[in-house]
Structure formats: structure tokens, C-alpha cells
């Protein structure tokens, strides 16, 4: 059984297994941080509820938008108060949205439960508290621990510098309890986290000092050392660092971590970003843990471009729950890779779809092929459907017809490149948004700063493999109330596969 309400329950948040939790209710609602900071409008941040339920009138709309009560935050990730790692904990409740401030340093707690379509403010704990206490700031992803705290992952100290990140500990009343970490056990640099109980470990990834990436993205930095390259091996719970992997010049700019969904799996994968690797971990027969690269994407030869060779510049991925398929997204390529991961050393490409990306038909980047003849992806605009009721078609046409509506056809070319992607609970529906980070967004994309940001859907061949967009959704979050907007990551009321962890 998936959530269970108040009256009747036995059990606490999320599934037993992430097996079952693939049998859990499809979603209907998504929760989307969407962003004002950097964009030049001086507008609030907001939380948007988007209606994906194809059944409801609203279906592929913004239903709600709950904003912030501060200019500036750079609302960025999310989590939850309690998942499935308090399964087994009846007065665990997930009710709570955990929204860190990557520049800001403020951590929203909103209410979802009085309300699941139009959530409201709970508290707001303010960067003096935390910085007063731990000395941390800009933080980053939010887990929820089976002890009922909430772990932060932070990227420095209010300066900006990255010798002062960390990890953020909050009790279940949200005030702020201290550092996860024993003394002097600080990694380099911080960025994403994820932790497997049963083999005792947590794994956490390096992006690089606030100062250096707040500023946009600089190829000096990464000589200067300013950007990460390692991954940390921490002792679960008591957070003692245990062992420092060198990615080396394959695995720079390592971001999102992810273990297999399987609690008893020692095994998993982080994406690094600039070198555009795949990069899988595990442990060995001594106890110790490993790398090695399992997926690579070739840099791009361009021309009309800052550099002579592009990146894919894998941003965010994920593993559906059954461990079978890994999605991640090329920012820069535009394309969204599905990949049969069965065999987790020899991962094997399975589907692939065209979202964006610098190279798309129309934009004046192109690509060289060996041979020196170029090309460009071919990106379809989104054919979004939307329904008139037979009345106003009979008055626009002035005919009778027996069919119950109308279909218009909007055309939208897709901005950007796809970059944060959230994966239905059965694994058939990939939600996309294109939002990175908003000076990045303005450096590497002036235009989705400009006309604002939007999410898809793309729809998943779970049996053999595939991907294929899906033309009737389409969230257009460059038509705000308050001017265009930047999207980031998504969340479902339920739970989902990327803030959930099985113990």
C-alpha cells in the first residue's frame, strides 16, 4: 500500500519496496520550484502546482503558484519531511516540502497536506540561524533520515567559499540541530548526497565553491581549482569520512549521486557534468569502494560556438525504481537518453529523444561530423492540443457537427535544453523542465532567461525501450502571471524515485 490516510494507518510514509511503490497511484499532481532570481524581474520565487492528471479540465496547467515572502531566494531543489525511509514508522507523515535557498541560504517548509492542490508557507528558517550554528550556507538537496531529521547538503560558508560546506542537520520540527558530520570531517567541495543503510554508507558529490558558479560558469575556474572532481565515502549514520575518490579528468564536475533503489545493492552512478561521463560506483571485495566510467558521451565538434568542442553536459539523472533504466539529460546536445542498466557495468542504449539543446535546426551553433560535413538535431515544435466546447465552435464556424470539440493545434519551439527530469512511480511518464541555474540559464541560454522556461512530458517504452514526446502536454512558464520564469525540479505529492530511500 502507498500513503494511507491519517484514520487507518499502519504503516508510515511511501512503500515497503520500490518494487511496490511501482504499483503505487499514478500521479496527478506535480510540485515544480520555479525561479525569479537572476532573471532580472524582481519578483519572488514561487512554488507552482501543475495539474498532470490528462482526465481533469485543468490537465498540463499551472493550477497554483504559492511565492515566497523574500526577493532572491534561487529556490533549486527539493525534498520531503519523511518518505520511505520512515515506512515503518506510523506517525511519520509526509506532509512537508522541504525547499532549500541555494542563494538565499533560507530553507522553506511548506504545508501540503491541508491543502495538496494550493500549498501554504509552514516556516521559514532563516541563513543567520544556520550560519550562527554551523557556519553553513547555500543549500543544496534535501533528504529526509529514518530518525525523522532532515539532512541538507550545503556548498559553503556565507562567503561563498566552499572550505566551509557541509551538512545541515534539521530536527522534525524544523529548527536547526547542528552539522551532520563529525569535526574535520567536511568534504572539499558539496553538492548531492545519497545514502544506502544496509551497507552503512553515504556517498555525496562536489559542483564547486558558490563564489566561483553563482558568478556563471568560467573553464579558468576549473584550472584554478574551483570545481570538484572527487566523490566522498561517509560512514551512515555517524558521518565519518572514510574514503576520498579521485574521478580524475573523467568525472569533472560530478553532480547528481544515486544508488540503485535496492537497499541491498552496492552499487550506483553520478553524472559529471563538464566531462559528460557516467561515472558508476561500488564496493569491492575489501570493503572499500571503487570507480569506473560506464557511459561517455563524446564531445560535440561546432561550429559558431565558445568553444571549438561542446559538451553534452549531463545534468540531472535518475534509475527507475525496478533498477532497470537510467535517464539523464545532455543540457548542451539537447537530448534526453534512456539506458538499459540490467547489467549496471555495461549500460546499454535503449532511447533517446531531441528536447532543445544549442544545436537544434534554427540556432546558428551547428555540429561537425569526422568528415567535416555538418548537421543540426532536428527539435519538432509541441502540437498542444486544447478544446473548445461545440457551442463556440458552431458560432465560429456557423455549422452543426456531431463531435463534442474542437482541436487547436499550438505550435511551441522548445528553449533550451532539457535538464531536470522526475520519472512517474510505474516509469512510463518523464517529466522534463530546462532550467540549470539562473546565470548559467543567462549565459548558455540569454533566451530562456528572456522567454522563460516550460516542462514536457515524454512518454516511455518500459518494455523493449524508446522515448517519444508527448504532444498534448505542454507548461508554458514563460506566459506568468508576474513575466517569464525559470522551472526547475519537480515533485510528486506521493513520492518519487529520486527523493525516496529504502532502508
Known amino acids: 500500500m502507498g500513503e494511507e490516510t491519517e484514520c487507518c494507518r499502519t504503516t508510515g510514509p511511501g512503500y515497503e519496496t520500490p518494487l511496490k511503490a511501482m504499483s503505487g497511484p499514478k500521479e496527478a499532481l506535480l510540485y515544480v520550484t520555479c525561479v525569479y532570481t537572476g532573471t532580472g524581474r524582481e519578483k519572488p520565487d514561487f512554488l507552482a502546482t501543475v495539474d498532470v492528471d490528462p482526465n481533469s479540465p485543468t490537465y498540463s496547467k499551472v493550477i497554483h503558484r504559492l511565492s515566497m515572502p523574500y526577493v532572491g531566494d534561487e529556490l533549486h531543489h527539493s525534498g520531503w519531511n519523511a518518505c520511505s525511509s520512515c515506512h515503518g514508522d506510523p506517525s511519520a507523515d509526509?506532509?512537508?516540502?522541504?525547499?532549500?535557498?541555494?542563494?538565499?541560504?533560507?530553507?522553506?517548509?511548506?504545508?501540503?497536506?491541508?491543502?495538496?492542490?494550493?500549498?501554504?508557507?509552514?516556516?521559514?528558517?532563516?541563513?543567520?540561524d544556520i550560519v550562527k550554528n554551523t557556519g553553513l550556507a547555500y543549500p543544496h538537496t534535501s533528504h529526509c533520515l529514518a530518525s525523522g531529521d532532515i539532512m541538507i547538503s550545503c556548498l559553503g560558508d556565507k562567503d561563498g567559499n566552499a572550505k566551509g560546506n557541509g551538512f545541515l542537520l534539521l530536527d522534525s520540527e524544523f529548527n536547526v540541530k547542528g552539522r551532520w558530520e563529525?569535526?574535520?570531517?567536511?568534504?572539499?567541495?558539496?553538492?548531492?548526497?545519497?545514502?544506502?543503510?544496509?551497507?552503512?554508507?553515504?556517498?555525496?558529490?562536489?559542483?564547486?565553491a558558490p563564489v566561483a558558479f553563482t558568478k556563471g560558469f568560467d573553464l579558468q575556474h576549473v584550472t584554478d581549482g574551483l570545481y570538484g572532481r572527487h566523490l566522498y565515502v561517509y560512514s551512515w549514520p555517524d558521518g565519518e569520512l572514510k574514503q576520498t575518490l579521485d574521478l580524475g579528468d573523467t568525472g569533472l564536475i560530478p553532480l547528481e549521486t544515486r544508488f540503485l533503489h535496492d537497499p541491498s545493492k552496492d552499487t550506483g552512478y553520478v553524472g559529471c557534468a563538464l566531462t559528460s561521463n557516467m561515472v558508476r560506483f561500488f564496493k569491492t571485495k575489501d570493503g572499500s569502494w571503487s570507480h569506473e566510467v560506464a557511459i561517455s558521451v563524446k564531445p560535440l565538434k561546432v561550429q559558431n560556438w565558445i568553444?571549438?568542442?561542446?559538451?553534452?553536459?549531463?545534468?540531472?539523472?535518475?534509475?527507475?525504481?525496478?533498477?532497470?533504466?537510467?535517464?539523464?539529460?545532455?543540457?548542451?546536445?539537447?537530448?534526453?537518453?534512456?539506458?538499459?542498466?540490467?547489467?549496471?557495468?555495461?549500460?546499454?542504449?535503449?532511447?533517446?529523444?531531441?528536447?532543445?539543446?544549442l544545436i537544434q535546426k534554427g540556432s546558428p551553433v551547428v555540429a561537425m561530423t569526422e568528415d567535416g560535413k555538418t548537421w543540426q538535431s532536428d527539435v519538432p515544435e509541441i502540437q498542444v492540443c486544447s478544446?473548445?466546447?461545440?457551442?463556440?465552435?458552431?458560432?465560429?464556424?456557423?455549422?452543426?457537427?456531431?463531435?463534442?470539440?474542437?482541436?487547436?493545434?499550438?505550435?511551441?519551439?522548445?528553449?533550451?535544453?532539457?535538464?531536470?527530469?522526475?520519472?512517474?512511480?510505474?516509469?512510463?511518464?518523464?517529466?522534463v523542465t530546462n532550467s540549470?541555474?539562473?546565470?548559467?540559464?543567462?549565459?548558455?541560454?540569454?533566451?530562456?532567461?528572456?522567454?522563460?522556461?516550460?516542462?514536457?512530458?515524454i512518454d516511455v517504452n518500459t518494455e523493449e525501450g524508446g522515448l517519444k514526446t508527448n504532444p498534448n502536454f505542454f507548461v508554458d512558464f514563460g506566459a506568468e502571471p508576474d513575466g517569464p520564469s525559470l522551472a526547475h525540479e519537480m515533485r510528486y505529492p506521493g513520492g518519487d524515485c529520486t527523493s525516496d530511500i529504502w532502508t
Open 182 to 208: 563529525k569535526p574535520g570531517h567536511s568534504p572539499m567541495f558539496g553538492y548531492d548526497f545519497w545514502y544506502q543503510p544496509r551497507h552503512k554508507t553515504m556517498i555525496s558529490s562536489s559542483w564547486g
Open 307 to 357: 568553444l571549438p568542442e561542446m559538451p553534452g553536459l549531463i545534468t540531472d539523472f535518475l534509475i527507475s525504481l525496478d533498477d532497470r533504466f537510467l535517464y539523464f539529460a545532455n543540457w548542451l546536445h539537447g537530448d534526453v537518453r534512456q539506458y538499459n542498466i540490467e547489467d549496471p557495468k555495461n549500460p546499454v542504449l535503449v532511447g533517446q529523444v531531441w528536447v532543445g539543446g
Open 387 to 431: 478544446n473548445i466546447h461545440i457551442n463556440l465552435f458552431r458560432l465560429i464556424i456557423s455549422m452543426a457537427i456531431d463531435e463534442h470539440c474542437y482541436i487547436l493545434l499550438q505550435g511551441h519551439r522548445l528553449r533550451g535544453g532539457p535538464q531536470m527530469i522526475q520519472l512517474s512511480l510505474d516509469g512510463k511518464r518523464l517529466y
Open 94 to 128: 509526509r506532509r512537508f516540502l522541504i525547499l532549500p535557498s541555494l542563494v538565499s541560504g533560507r530553507v522553506y517548509v511548506i504545508d501540503t497536506q491541508k491543502n495538496p492542490k494550493a500549498p501554504s508557507l509552514h516556516k521559514v528558517v532563516q541563513p543567520e
Open 436 to 457: 540549470l541555474f539562473s546565470s548559467w540559464d543567462r549565459q548558455f541560454y540569454p533566451e530562456l532567461v528572456e522567454k522563460g522556461s516550460h516542462m514536457l512530458q
